[in-house]
Structure formats: C-alpha cells, structure tokens
C-alpha cells in the first residue's frame, strides 16, 4: 500500500511545494517499508519529482479539468487511491487542497489531519505534530482510522533530495458532473506569486498611498520576492485582493517576511505567523508587530527602504 501525494500545478507547471511534499511521502514511505506514488492533474513534466523520491506518477491528461473544481479533483484523487491501493494520501496547505480535502475524506470515510509539520513520531497510533490556533501552538493529533489524508503546513518540512527511477503512467479517469462550478479565476501574471514565493515583501497604510508603491516593487524585485499588503491596503483599492495576505486573506510561509508600515493587526499576525524570518520597519516603536519580529527597524520607510534597497544591490553586485 504506497503512499499517494497530490501534485498541483499551475498552467502545466508542477508547482514549487510538490518538491516538499514529494520529499515528505518518500520519507513517510520509508517508514511505512513502501513507496510514494504521486498523481497530476495536467502537469506537462513530472521528471522532476524523481528528484525527491516518488517513483511512480499517475499521469492525469484532461482538458476538462483545466479549472480547479474540489468534487472533481477529489474525485479522481479517490479513484488514484483505489487503483493503486493507497490508505494514506498527502496534500499541500494551498487553498485548493483545503477545498478538496474534506470532499476526499467524507468519499473515504478517512481521517482529515490538517497543518502537519512533521514525520509521524508514532505509527500505532498514528501521531503527527501539527499547529494549532492560527499556529501559536502544536498539537501532537493522533488517529486510530485506517485510512488518513495529511495535510502538509507548507514550509514546514522542507526540501531533500532523493533521486530515484521515475515509472510515469497515464491514468485514466472518469469525470463526472458537479453541482460546483467555476464562473471565473484571476490569475496574477509576470510575478512571483505569494504561494510559491520563499520573501514576501508586504507593506500597509503607512505607505500613504498606491503611488508610493514603486518602493515595495523595486525592494521586491532585488530580492527576487512577491509583493503583499495588509486587509486595510486592498480594501482600500490600493492594491489588488489577491494580494492581501493574513489570516482573512493568503497564509503565508515564508522563510523571509518583510513588513513595511503594517502595524500588526492580531488577524494580520495569525495569518503570516508560519514565516521563518519576520522583519519589520515601522516609524512607531510601540507598533504590536515588533513583538512578533524576529528583527525590527524602527524608521520612516521612505528613508529606511530605499537605503536597505540599495544596499541590497551593491551586496548583489559584489557577490554575483
């Protein structure tokens, strides 16, 4: 019985956290003395994931499934399991997989276990730490189900590689009807996007207006990062809502966070709170956010961002 991971991908591109889930189940089915299997919706290459570790990929090649759908999607993730026997399946954090994720375990009468971060440190019960209260705590959650769908926390496991022969199979699949549609779906084209970004450099009202905005973008492109903003920013129009990011908006784990003008709203906070390496630039010392920083500078961003900024690009310069 291997375990199975869901890939996703995006516009036939396999997405950056497959690579950590892929290293996830191939430790997992280390320890269980099988394999891991992967299933793709769509993607055009899955070579790479031999890297670290799957050794089988089911190939799922459907133009009808081009837009996200959760009943579809759990659908065929279901029918992956009974085809190669799977009791326990890994999926990512991303929004479509929480979609897709209860779907698949009311389908399997499986145990959901949501934001793990961490091998299982029993397998009879199986016991997995996970985060708890928007992630100010762990949880050690144990399950005596037969079959379980982990949700992996993203960032929370990293990266190893493990070359392994890749044995890729197209898998057919019958796609049935759902009473759940897709009307429309933005996509933000030519920058990193905040799902699959390791910087996210964010700023709120304290940047003062859209207009000052080229600030944050040119901070971002030097560090090669993806752009965010606090729910007051995007609601105000002054950037789009796809890039709001907290716990009302996009989670973030990152492993660099950069708040710029963002006082720290405990809704902000909840929502990004998974990042490794949070730094803040805040003219006000007492701004809530310093104290969940892990560095602080307390300055007016438009003399202290411009400044790191180009500091930024002569340490780039000098070390290129």
């Known amino acids: 019985m291997p375990v199975l991971t869901y890939i996703e991908s995006s516009n036939g591109k396999i997405k950056k956290n497959g690579f950590e889930l892929a290293s996830y189940s191939h430790e997992l089915a280390k320890l269980l003395n099988t394999d891991a299997v992967a299933i793709t919706i769509n993607a055009l290459d899955n070579t790479e994931l031999s890297n670290y570790g799957i050794s089988k990929v089911l190939k799922v090649n459907n133009d009808s499934l081009s837009k996200f759908n959760a009943k579809q999607y759990a659908d065929i993730i279901s029918q992956a399991m009974n085809s190669v026997d799977a009791n326990i399946v890994v999926l990512s954090s991303s929004s ?16 959901y276990i949501n934001n793990v971060t961490s091998l299982p440190s029993s397998l009879s019960p199986f016991t997995v730490k996970r985060t708890v209260f928007t992630n100010k705590a762990y949880s050690d959650t144990s399950t005596s189900s037969s079959k379980i769908i982990i949700g992996l926390s993203n960032n929370s496991y990293g990266t190893q590689e493990n070359k392994t022969s890749l044995n890729e199979e197209d898998f057919l699949v019958t796609v049935a009807d759902s009473t759940l549609s ?32 080229n600030l944050i973008e040119d901070l971002a492109n030097t560090l090669g990062a993806a752009t965010a903003c606090s729910k007051p920013v995007s609601d105000m129009g002054w950037r789009p809502h ?79």
């Open 96 to 111: 479509d997989s929480k979609y897709l994720a209860p779907i698949l375990s009311a389908q399997n009468n499986s145990a």
């Open 182 to 213: 897709v009307e429309s779906s933005e996509k933000v084209s030519g920058k990193i996007s905040i799902a699959d970004a390791d910087i996210v450099v964010s700023a709120g009202r304290g940047m003062k207006g859209p207009e000052n905005w």
């Open 242 to 320: 796809s890039e709001h990011v907290g716990q009302t908006g996009k989670p973030v784990a990152t492993n660099l966070y950069i708040a710029i003008g963002i006082s720290g709203a405990i809704q902000h906070l909840a929502g990004i709170n998974s990042s490794k390496i949070k730094v803040v630039i805040n003219n006000d010392p007492e701004a809530p956010f310093f104290k969940a920083a892990d560095y602080g500078i307390v300055g007016d961003a438009f003399d202290v961002v411009p400044r790191l900024n180009e500091k930024l690009k002569e340490f780039k310069a000098q070390n290129s």
